[in-house]
């Protein structure tokens, strides 16, 4: 039966037909994969389909004409490469972990502070380090690749990641073996393939469910020659912590939007609308449901959402109490083996449970739980445990029936995702544990896991377990199109802030006045291809690459002259001032600080002045240190998260601070600089006038703050120091172009804009009417800036008038 196209359908058809990169943003319920399958038969082209997982290929399968083959990445990857490596997938399905141990030549415990790993443990460890290692688009094992180990501390963590890395890579070459003896996993071919950087046989790709793609796919993906479609839901991005990518937001092609939902009515709609806002999208739905569709209380739904599986288990009891068949989507078996665990540990026995296989009692556990920032997913499996012991988890799970003959579904929302049922009730588990009345705002990844949830139904939602913050957001609705979530308008952010929102004053002006992405990300791809693999830290398991990133800043501005900026000196100050400073220490370790940071500018400064020369290794340490200050200044916050200056006291010195940069440190920044010899070697030579760093602008003051990296020579230039050079998002092309348009007089006479790739050594550049060209730009830079500044003014003076109507309301 032939499909009746929406208006938005018809337009995404249309710009598909006429050949264009399309990034297709789909509401829930809206027809997403009917559409893709109107772009399809719109061309007797050769295409490929891509989806999520096999099931949904299958279904496509049926959908598609002739013309488009529908895969999945792993079964494009198995063609390929895997095939070759059938034997040995069918042969190492079931290897036992001892197995794997001799292979690996792990024959006996390692002693990790008061810890000891058994070999099999460590041999987990190593698989799962190549598995990372495979989701990444690295092209070696890293120690990086190493997941979080419950029990350890981050030196006890570093020391194992060290001590696991050469059995890793020696793991991935075996892997790569046709005659290797190793377990091989579907994940290992895929990487085989992406490492190869394939071109698909196909005159164009259509990407499903962009919004989770992982980082192999993504890499893959952006950079085929052929038309690509990918489509998705921003809003519904809720496995960030899997590693899983929104590529929509970056993605060069042109943007569209499909709104009408047929999954549920107005009143669903209205609600929904409410969380878009909340998890700061733009768009709006419209509920267009063929049959009745509204809100109201549900007391045995078809399924129930929760925010975690110790609120869904509570679910589960309740409906088993009341002798009512209920499932757990997904199975009871993970809560089995959590309960066991936790019988073994109360007994004191050790398990072999992979969160929990490095504590000797559950009182460790525990205390782990509760002292550790980083353990929030073994903090809820403390909490399940305790609230309602183990033999009372393994007998519901017994209780507990198959989906197919359940009256009643109760799910997690990440498990939830891509479902829907008739009548669904939202779970009591995304209440806040303290009062609502006193909540700063919802997250927006809260907000896109409540959208995801209260999406799910067709005909009722019941959403009793969000009223507090469905109150808490209708109360802000007016406000959250002005605001952050924290009440900060949006107007008073810095240029990179603004740029996070798009309803904010700068990313509404871009948008209308420089509307392209695609030919200007078309030209960096076509350099980035060329590009090798970006240097970085291989032997640290966290690097911190935003405290890299302003290091590398500072050392460049220092070749060119300059100390590392107005933004450094800010934050000294501000330590050593009496101003309120959120987590600050005492006013003796602050007054400490304020002292090594003064020495600091002035051991930068005798060095540029030529009165008392640094060597590389003290410049990178003083470098290193300065972004601490700075990030004071910035975020107006003492964060105590990987903050060398958290480790103050009244007695520190500059020499401690610098003694404590890490020896990774020093050796990553000096490959960047042998990196940037050569691009930056004409740069230095020019006369100091012309070798701007960290320039403000003047329309700087129109918002919270804008300045720039370099300006030298009449090319502005922003400094990455991503190590994913062949990915370019939205944020870092409108980034340039702010900088571009807020020099209002044209004070810096800027006429490149560039971008310097510091892991790569590379600098990408275009002319100023290039870039605009390029961005779609219809007006002359001159009137782009004047618009600009009328533009930002009224916005600045409306959310002042915003205020003061909120104050005399109080």
């Known amino acids: 039966m032939a499909l009746t196209a929406t208006a938005e359908q018809e337009a995404a058809r249309e710009a598909f037909a006429a050949g264009q990169d399309v990034a297709l943003v789909a509401g829930a319920g809206t027809g997403k994969t009917s559409t893709l399958v109107m772009m399809g038969s719109a061309t007797r082209q ?318 460790e556990v525990q205390e782990y739980a509760e002292q550790d920032s980083a353990a929030a997913d073994l903090k809820a499996i403390v909490e399940l445990v305790d609230a309602y012991g183990p033999q009372q988890i393994i007998a519901a799970v017994q209780q507990m029936v198959d989906e197919d003959r359940a009256r009643v579904v109760v799910s997690t929302v990440h498990k939830a995702k891509g479902r829907e049922w008739q009548r669904v009730r939202i779970g009591d588990g995304f209440t806040p544990e303290t009062d609502a009345s006193s909540a700063r705002g919802v997250h927006p990844a809260e907000a896109r896991l409540i959208y995801v949830a209260v999406t799910r139904a067709r005909q009722v939602l019941d959403t009793t377990g969000i009223q507090w913050a469905e109150a808490q957001i209708r109360q802000a609705s007016r406000g959250s199109v002005t605001k952050t979530a924290d009440g900060v308008p949006l107007a008073a952010l810095p240029l990179t802030g603004q740029l996070e929102y798009p309803r904010s004053p700068m990313s509404l002006f871009l948008a209308r006045h420089l509307p392209r992405m695609d030919r200007l990300v078309s030209t960096y791809l076509h350099w980035a291809q060329e590009l090798g693999p970006a240097v970085q830290p291989m032997d640290e398991r966290r690097p911190d690459y935003a405290a890299l990133g302003h290091t590398i800043d500072y050392r460049l501005r220092i070749s060119l002259g300059h100390g590392p900026g107005d933004a450094v000196t800010t934050g000294v100050r501000l330590l050593g001032s009496a101003l309120p400073l959120a987590g600050a220490p005492t006013a003796q370790t602050r007054t400490a600080l304020y002292g090594a940071g003064i020495q600091l500018l002035a051991r930068i400064d005798a060095h540029l002045t030529g009165t008392s020369p640094l060597d590389e290794q003290d410049l990178t340490r003083l470098c290193h240190v300065a972004g601490f200050y700075e990030a004071v200044y910035r975020t107006g916050v003492f964060s105590r998260r990987r903050n060398l200056l958290a480790q103050a006291d009244e007695r520190t010195t500059l020499a401690q601070l610098t003694a404590s940069v890490p020896m990774y440190v020093l050796e990553d920044i000096a490959e960047q600089m042998n990196l940037a010899e050569q691009p930056f070697a004409p740069l230095r030579q020019l006369p100091k006038r012309q070798r701007v760093c960290g320039p403000v602008f003047a329309g700087s ?106 104050v005399r309301s109080r």
Not at 81 to 89: A, T
Not at 723 to 738: E, F, I, K, N, P
Request: a positive charge; aromatic letters at 8%.
């Open 46 to 363: 050769r295409g490929l389909y891509v989806a999520f997982n096999k099931p949904i290929a299958e279904e496509a399968k049926g959908r598609f004409g002739a013309n488009v083959e529908c895969r999945t990445s792993h079964s494009l990857a198995h063609r390929a490469v895997g095939r070759r490596f059938q034997d040995r997938l069918d042969a190492s399905r079931h290897m036992p972990l001892k197995r794997t141990a001799q292979l690996l030549g792990l024959d006996r415990e390692l002693a990790v502070d008061k810890r000891r790993l058994k070999p099999t443990t460590l041999a987990r460890l190593v698989m799962e380090m190549v598995r990372r290692f495979c989701y990444s688009t690295d092209e070696q094992v890293a120690a990086r690749h190493l997941g979080p180990v419950n029990g350890l501390d981050e030196q006890g963590a570093q020391y194992l990641a060290e001590v696991l890395l050469k059995r890793a890579r020696w793991a991935w070459e075996d892997i790569c073996s046709p005659a290797g003896n190793l377990p091989f996993q579907h994940d290992h071919y895929l990487k085989m393939w992406a490492l190869t950087r394939p071109r698909l046989r196909a005159d164009f790709i259509l990407l499903d469910e962009a919004q989770d793609t992982n980082p192999v796919l993504e890499e893959i993906f952006l950079a085929q020659d052929a038309q690509r479609v990918c489509v998705g839901d921003p809003a519904q991005q809720i496995y960030e912590w899997r590693h899983a990518k929104d590529i929509m937001s970056g993605f060069p092609g042109l943007r569209l939007e499909l709104t009408q939902s047929f999954r549920f009515g107005p009143a669903i709609a209205e609600v929904a609308n409410r969380w878009l806002r909340a998890a700061s999208s733009t768009m709006q739905l419209t509920g267009h449901a063929g049959e009745a569709s509204g809100l109201g209380r549900v007391e045995v739904p078809d399924a129930v959402l929760c925010r975690g599986n110790a609120d869904a288990l509570a679910e589960v009891l309740r409906f088993l109490d009341q002798g009512v068949p209920v499932a757990l989507a997904g199975g009871g078996k993970p809560l089995l083996k959590i309960a066991e665990a936790a019988i073994d540990l109360q007994a004191g026995r050790r398990t072999s449970h992979h969160e929990l296989f490095l504590f000797s009692s559950w009182g």
């Open 701 to 806: 003051r129109d918002l919270g703050g804008a300045d720039a990296d370099f300006i030298t020579g009449g090319m502005l230039i922003d400094c990455k120091a991503t190590t994913r050079a062949r990915t370019l998002h939205r944020s870092a092309v409108h980034q340039l172009a702010g900088y571009l348009l807020l020099d209002y007089d044209d004070a810096y006479a800027i006429d490149r804009v560039g971008l310097y790739l510091s892991r790569h050594g590379a600098l990408i550049s275009w002319t100023v009417q290039e870039f605009l060209d390029a961005l779609g730009a219809r007006l002359p830079l001159p009137e782009l800036r004047a618009l600009l500044r009328g533009h930002l003014r009224q916005a600045q003076r409306t959310a002042r008038a915003q205020d003061t109507v909120t």
